[in-house]
């Protein structure tokens, strides 16, 4: 078994299937040694867990459900990289995370949110997942999700 399908299993994840693009992209493009993801939403068996603003109180996302949703994004972005490189084993590095959250007004929380994503990474990669990231308050997302991240990871 490889060592990032090792990591996975010991941490309890399976890659999700790539999740279809919903316009006119790929799910990630290969430049040299690099690999863009597409933004990719917290989509579960082709469905959002959940739609709306991140914040607190009635009608809004929580900020901690958002943080599950940021990781869940972020395997799906490992899935769309992994189906134009073969294999995570060949990630030598997470390079960058750009994660987006559609924010109420109020909500500042930002970066905890996108941590759901970033923890992730480390936590499969080690030392090579430690990144560069923006974490960015939106007004809205396409499909109305809560969150979207996208990853760039350097590969050989």
């Not at 999740?19 to 579960?44: D, F, H, I, K």
Request: aromatic letters at 4%; one cysteine or more; glycine letters at 10%.
């Amino acid at each position: 078994m490889a060592a990032i399908e090792s990591r996975l299993a010991e941490l309890g994840i399976e890659l999700p299937a790539v999740v279809p693009p919903v316009a006119a992209y790929t799910p990630a493009v290969v430049e040299g040694n690099l690999v863009y993801t597409s933004g990719q939403l917290p989509m579960v068996s082709g469905e959002l867990p959940a739609t709306g603003k991140v914040g607190e109180g009635d009608g809004l996302v929580p900020a901690a459900d958002a943080k599950d949703y940021a990781r869940t994004c972020a395997l799906n972005a490992l899935a769309a990289a992994q189906s134009v490189i073969g294999s995570l084993d060949r990630v030598t590095r997470v390079v960058k995370v750009v994660g987006f959250v559609a924010s109420d007004p109020a909500f500042t929380g930002q970066p905890g949110v996108i941590n759901g994503a970033s923890e992730v990474l480390g936590d499969i990669f080690g030392e090579a997942g430690v990144h560069a990231r923006s974490a960015v308050g939106v007004a809205v997302l396409p499909l109305d999700s809560p969150v979207e991240v996208e990853l760039v990871l350097a590969f050989e």
